[in-house]
C-alpha cells in the first residue's frame, strides 16, 4: 500500500487532479479531468470540416462553441448543436446593441425564424469575421437590409435602414426621411427604376472603405 496526495490546480479555469502516488521510490503522475470537463464535444474530422467550410481554424471553432455554450450552457452540454430561441442569441453582446439584431438572426437562422443552431452562429460569426471576403461580407449585408425579401432594397427597406441607425434617439420628420432616401437612390440606383439591385448595392460597398471593419463581429 502506499499514501496517495491529491492536489487541485487551475488550468484554463478547469480543476485539474494530479495524483502523485509513492510506491517505494517510483513516481507516477497521473492527470485526471473531472468527467466531461477538457474534453472537446467535437471530433478532429468534424473540426476539420467546420475549418474548411468557415473563416476560422479549429481553435476560433471550438472558441465560438464555447461562447454559443455560454448562452445556455445546460442545453448546449447536452446537445452540441442545440437550437437556441432568437431572444437567447441576441443575449450575445456585440448583438444585443446592434439595430439589426433581429434581422442579423434571421438571415443566418436555418429555420428563418431568428432561432439558431451552433452551425448557423458559427456561419454568422465567420462571415462578421476579420477574414471574411467583402464580397461574402455584401451579399449577407445586402440580405440583411432587404426587409421584404424581395431580392431588392427598395424605398421601404431604405427607410427601416435609415430609421434603425438613426434610433429612438434621433426622430427624423417624415419628409427628412424621404429626402435622404431620395438621396440614396439619386446616388445608386443606376437603372432608375426606385430600387437597388444587389449590384447596384455592391457598387456602393466597393467604395466604401471602412464597410469591412463596421460589418464585423468579434468573438
Known amino acids: 500500500m502506499y499514501n496517495a496526495v ?6 484554463a479555469k478547469l480543476p485539474v487532479y494530479i495524483i502523485i502516488q509513492k510506491p517505494g521510490v517510483c513516481f507516477c503522475l497521473c492527470i485526471l479531468y473531472k468527467m466531461g470537463q477538457g474534453k472537446s464535444q467535437f471530433t478532429e474530422e468534424e473540426l476539420q470540416d467546420y475549418e474548411d467550410l ?6 476560433e471553432v471550438l472558441y465560438a462553441h464555447t461562447r454559443f455554450k455560454a448562452l445556455a450552457p445546460e442545453k448546449v452540454g447536452h446537445n452540441k448543436n442545440a437550437k437556441l430561441p432568437m431572444a437567447k ?3 450575445y453582446p456585440e448583438l444585443r446593441v446592434n439595430p439589426f439584431r433581429d434581422r442579423i438572426c434571421k438571415v443566418f437562422s436555418s429555420s428563418s425564424d431568428g432561432d439558431c443552431t451552433f452551425e448557423d452562429f458559427l456561419d454568422m460569426m465567420s462571415v462578421f ?3 471574411a471576403p467583402k464580397a461574402v461580407k455584401a451579399e449577407h449585408a445586402f440580405r440583411i437590409f432587404d426587409f421584404d425579401g ?6 421601404s427597406d431604405l427607410r427601416e435602414v435609415i430609421e434603425r441607425l438613426c434610433g429612438p434617439e434621433l426622430q427624423l420628420a417624415d419628409s427628412e426621411l424621404q429626402q435622404l432616401v431620395q438621396n440614396v437612390l439619386e446616388e445608386a440606383d443606376l437603372d432608375d427604376d426606385g430600387a437597388l439591385s444587389f449590384a447596384e448595392f455592391e457598387h456602393i460597398i466597393d467604395k466604401s472603405s471602412d464597410f469591412t471593419q ?5 468573438l
Open 6 to 11: 491529491r492536489v487541485q490546480l487551475f488550468i
Open 54 to 59: 468557415t473563416y476560422f481554424t479549429k481553435k
Open 89 to 91: 442569441i441576441l443575449q
Open 129 to 131: 469575421s476579420d477574414n
Open 150 to 155: 424581395d431580392d431588392m432594397i427598395g424605398v
Open 214 to 218: 463596421t460589418f464585423r463581429i468579434r
